[in-house]
T-cell receptor
């Protein structure tokens, strides 16, 4: 049974810092991994989807990496800004199904 | 030009009532989902429909009944509401049901915060 874990649960950094959010999953037989952002009281915004055949995927200041064999993904945020403050969630399809299994999220606060 | 929309945004009701939440997507996607986010912010799949056909039905009380009149709409009806049903319910959609090529990339609505008193 697939389980997804995100560490740390919360992170507070000063503006301008580069930071890394971690996601690990127990079953490495995944097709892809999706990173989301959730603002308080809002829905989820898809940030990046990284395929199992890819090692990295970039969008602006965001870079997601995937190491299937070790069951890990990282989301790198360069030059963080207060507007990056949100909860970041990673999710993988559950086995051969496309229902997403979510981690519990990392709550990020970027201080001005 | 909202991609995935839900109504209502907030729903406050008494225990025992029946309520519905509506979801619509204008992305032309074939697959739609309902997720529940509990008080600890943990997101779990409830249902999924592909072209009006139920394809995922997790262990959810049968008081919850999804209905898909067409592939752009997936509504959630809840009978005999209980205190434990209080949560945020998210609708999502994806291009298809296949995993290859990222067809399962999911796009979420803004959520419906249900409070049962």
């Amino acid at each position: 049974k697939q389980e997804v874990t995100q560490i740390p649960a919360a992170l507070s950094v000063p503006e301008g810092e580069n930071l890394v959010l971690n996601c690990s999953f127990t079953d490495s037989a995944i097709y892809n991994l999706q990173w989301f952002r959730q603002d308080p009281g809002k829905g989820l915004t898809s940030l990046l989807l990284i395929q199992s055949s890819q090692r990295e995927q970039t969008s602006g200041r965001l870079n997601a990496s995937l190491d299937k064999s070790s069951g890990r993904s990282t989301l790198y945020i360069a030059a963080s800004q207060p507007g990056d403050s949100a909860t970041y969630l990673c999710a993988v399809p559950g086995g051969s199904s496309y229902k997403l299994i979510f981690g519990s999220g990392t709550r990020l606060l970027v201080r001005p | 030009d909202t991609a995935v929309s839900q109504t209502p945004k907030y729903l406050v009701t008494q225990m025992g009532n029946d309520k519905s939440i509506k979801c619509e997507q204008n992305l032309g996607h074939d697959t739609m989902y309902w997720y529940k986010q509990d008080s600890k912010k943990f997101l779990k799949i409830m249902f999924s429909y592909n072209n009006k056909e139920l394809i995922i039905n997790e262990t959810v009380p049968n008081r919850f009944s999804p209905k898909s009149p067409d592939k752009a709409h997936l509504n959630l009806h809840i009978n005999s509401l209980e205190l434990g049903d209080s949560a945020v319910y998210f609708c999502a959609s994806s291009q298809g049901r296949g995993l290859a090529g990222g067809r399962n990339e999911q796009f979420f609505g803004p959520g419906t915060r249900l409070t049962v008193l």
